[in-house]
């Protein structure tokens, strides 16, 4: 039924912005993307042609903490931009990587970007202010940052968290770096 509700121009549009953040995050995208993106899209123009603008109140954390699937939503903001005649709000970019982080992984996951959109922003949060320091997002040692971050969510939330069995590795650590460790 909603594929037969939707105007074709947003069917062809999904597809090419599923197929091109496939090619971008070099992985499978859910096929229920499909369905869920094309549905958004078509809600998203709808919103803009009645000037209604709804805010992505985690727009910051997907743009720096899934900065791949920002710009493929980007990219797709762009395509509907130009294919449409129209102007979505620079947030949209945001919305549309959401459905693409929801949609990364197996059928049969169930991911929450939202959910873990904020929790990294949280540990972001804690460990710049606990250290009292500016994290220089341009530096790899953010992005490696970031990278663990994000796998220890997604391990968290999947109830998958690894085994203490780097007894000495900790110890080491924590003699090392004590205040890395009290914030950790």
């Known amino acids: 039924q909603l594929l037969d509700s ?15 953040a496939e090619e ?16 958004h899209l078509n809600f998203a ?12 109140r985690v727009y910051w954390e997907i743009k720096n903490y899934y900065t791949e699937e ?5 990219y797709a903001l762009q395509l509907i931009n130009e294919t449409l005649g129209i102007q979505l709000p620079k947030e949209e970019a945001a919305n549309i990587a959401f459905h693409l982080i929801n949609a990364l992984g197996e059928e049969t996951e169930s991911k929450n970007g939202m959910k873990y959109a904020k ?15 500016k994290l220089d997002q341009e530096n790899i040692h953010y992005s490696r940052f970031i990278t663990h971050v994000k796998f220890f969510v997604e391990r968290f939330y999947a109830d998958k968290l ?11 650590i924590a003699n090392l770096y004590p205040q890395a460790m009290d914030v950790a």
């Open 162 to 172: 690894l085994a203490d069995q780097e007894n000495e590795l900790f110890e080491q």
């Open 24 to 39: 971008k995050l070099k992985t499978k995208l859910n096929s229920g993307v499909y369905f869920t993106l094309m549905d």
């Open 70 to 74: 920002f710009e493929a939503g980007n």
């Open 45 to 56: 123009v709808e919103r803009y042609k009645k000037n209604i603008n709804i805010t992505n």
């Open 119 to 133: 929790m990294i922003g949280s540990i972001v949060n804690l460990v710049r202010y606990t250290l009292n320091m």
């Open 6 to 20: 939707m105007p074709q121009e947003f069917i062809e549009l999904t597809q090419q912005i599923v197929h091109y």
